[in-house]
Structures are given as C-alpha cells and as structure tokens.
C-alpha cells in the first residue's frame, strides 16, 4: 500500500465475536481515519482520530492510536452478519492527501 | 456529513475512447479534491490531487496524460480517461475536503469502469 499495512488481511469470525484490526503507517500523521466499504461500492466514513488523541469510540467502534509504534487499532464488538466489510484505515499528514492502508477483508458468519 | 457525488456510476467503452468522470461537492466548496482508483481486493491507490484553478498534483507512476484532471470550480472535478484500454478497467472514487471544515474527506460513491 502507498502508507503501511493493515493486519490481518483477512478475518472471519462469528456473530457475536469482537473484530480487531491493526493498521500501521510510515509517516507522521495528523489524524488517522477508519473506513468501510461494502463490495464494489464507495466508502463510508466510521471514525477519525487525531494524533494527540489515544482512544475514541463511537457505537459499537473503538479505536486506538498510538503515534509512538505509528500503529492503530479498530475494534468492533458484538459483530453482526451486516458488519462484513473491507475496512480501510486512512491517514492524513500536513498536505491533506489520505493515503490508505491495505485494507481488512472481514467475514461475519450468522 | 457533507455529499460528494460521482457520476457516472458504472460506464462500460471500447478501447481508444475516452471516458469522462465527474465528481461534485453537492453542499460545500472543494478547494481540493482526490482521485484513488482501486483493482479488484485492494486498497485504494492516490492517483492525483485537484487542485482548483490549477495543475492537478499527480503521484509517482501515474501518467498525465493518460488521466486528465480538471478542477475548473470549487465543486467540481473531473477526470478523463484518454485512449483507455481494458488494463483502464478499475474502481474509481473521488473524495472531497469540505474548506470550511476539519479534516474529513467525503467520498463519492465511486465509478466502475469496463473497457473492451
């Protein structure tokens, strides 16, 4: 990927199960984002964390930044069949540009 | 959040033609905007920055004269696709910086391309 990679690529666990995915980036960032996307279909912004921040949550979502290892977590608990998606973690530095980590391939099975 | 529409969404050409992809910001202004494309189970992949009034920034490796980008207002961009080819055939989605906000890039809901 053009700024680091995300683990694991993939993930199939069952409803119910908590879901985590790693990302880590190169450079320094000003904030790094979490994104969603169904197959074949647009993103779907889920949460953005900024570089002084450690930790956010948002429903369901939390996650974790920590700039010192250039890593952040997405965590999401009680998974449900509608939560398979590839999820993408994106960063953004001082020129705006959101560059995009590999993407998790997650797989809720009912 | 702020709608960035992209359109079209699906458009299928023959080889040596050119396709055209609009991308708008429907309730903001865009001082810039961003075109990723995307294979088939992978990331997207920055291809350029649009920039309004001025040359679009591209990234290393991607041709300019292959995808035109053209930023003529603070909400729209373009990108053409010139003599495409069935190697052209991709997913591209354009995002979008609201100026008068933090810093959320919106998508748009992507255009999958097929050249045969």
């Known amino acids: 990927s053009q700024q680091g990679e995300e683990d694991p690529q993939a993930l199939s666990i069952q409803e119910g199960e908590n879901a985590t995915m790693n990302c880590s980036y190169k450079?320094?960032?000003?904030?790094l984002q979490w994104y969603r996307q169904n197959s074949g279909r647009g993103l779907v912004h889920l949460i953005l964390?900024?570089?002084?921040?450690r930790e956010k949550h948002s429903g369901r979502l939390r996650v974790t930044l920590d700039t010192s290892k250039k890593s952040s977590s997405l965590l999401i608990t009680a998974s449900r069949a509608a939560d398979t998606a590839s999820y993408f973690c994106?960063?953004?530095?001082?020129?705006?540009?959101?560059?995009f980590g590999a993407g998790t391939r997650l797989f809720v099975k009912a | 959040g702020a709608v960035v529409s992209q359109h079209p969404s699906r458009v299928i050409c023959k080889s040596g033609t050119s396709v055209k992809i609009e991308c708008r910001s429907l309730?903001?202004?865009?001082?810039?905007m961003f075109w990723y494309r995307q294979f088939p189970k992978k990331s997207l992949m920055l291809m350029a920055t649009?920039?309004?009034?001025?040359?679009?920034?591209?990234e290393q490796g991607v041709e300019k004269d292959k995808f035109l980008i053209n930023h003529a207002s603070l909400t729209l961009s373009t990108l053409t696709v010139t003599s495409a080819h069935p190697e052209d055939s991709s997913f591209y989605i354009c995002?979008?910086?609201?100026?008068?906000?933090?810093?959320?890039?919106?998508f748009g809901q992507g255009t999958r391309l097929t050249v045969v």
């Open positions: 994106a960063t953004s530095s001082g020129g705006f540009k959101t560059i």
């Open positions: 450079t320094s960032i000003n904030n």
């Open positions: 964390i900024r570089s002084n921040e």
């Open positions: 309730d903001f202004q865009a001082t810039t």
């Open positions: 649009s920039n309004e009034g001025s040359k679009a920034t591209y």
């Open positions: 995002s979008a910086r609201d100026k008068g906000q933090g810093a959320e890039a919106f």
